[in-house]
């Protein structure tokens, strides 16, 4: 603290402003913390590492788009409960990954009709797939059912 700032204090004016001092230290402490173990932190220091390189990509009209895009998933997420939420977000997000290839996606075969998918529903892959796609319709219809009514 400055001399000019201790001036006229009194010693419990003084221990207070310390107190709040360690404490917004050990606040700060804590977010990092925070952002190490998620992995933000690391990302932000590659990110002001390498902001010259990152700057020649903002003409990129696709960035912005997948800014604005990025800005409003995120701001959807104020609901969420991270700690619940990211284990099923990574498991969702693997298995998507796990299934992009190409080459399969283009030999999967059509369903054309209630038998063929009957017998599609036999496979238990598929079974819990569609039952796994049917629990995120019913919540995401309730959901939307409850963003209408407010």
């Known amino acids: 603290m400055a001399e ?8 419990e004016e003084l221990l207070a402003m ?14 990092a913390a925070k952002l190490k173990e998620s992995g933000m932190l690391d990302m932000l220091a590659t ?3 390498k902001y010259e390189e990152l700057l020649l990509y903002t ?5 912005f788009h997948a800014l604005a895009l990025a800005e409003a998933a995120l701001n959807g997420l104020h609901r969420a409960d991270p700690w619940k939420a990211k284990p099923a977000v990574e498991q ?8 992009l290839d190409a080459e399969a996606l283009a030999k999967a075969p059509p369903v054309k009709g209630v038998f063929s998918l009957l017998k599609a529903l036999s496979d238990p892959d598929v079974a819990k797939g569609l039952g796994a796609l049917l629990y995120l319709a019913k919540k995401l219809g309730a959901c939307l059912n409850k963003a209408s009514q407010s």
């Open 59 to 63: 003409n990129d009209q696709r960035v």
């Open 92 to 99: 969702l997000t693997g298995c998507v990954a796990e299934a």
């Open 47 to 49: 990110m002001a590492e």
């Open 4 to 11: 000019k700032e201790r001036r006229g204090k009194s010693v």
């Open 18 to 31: 310390e107190e709040q001092t360690a404490k917004a230290i050990i606040s700060l402490a804590e977010a």
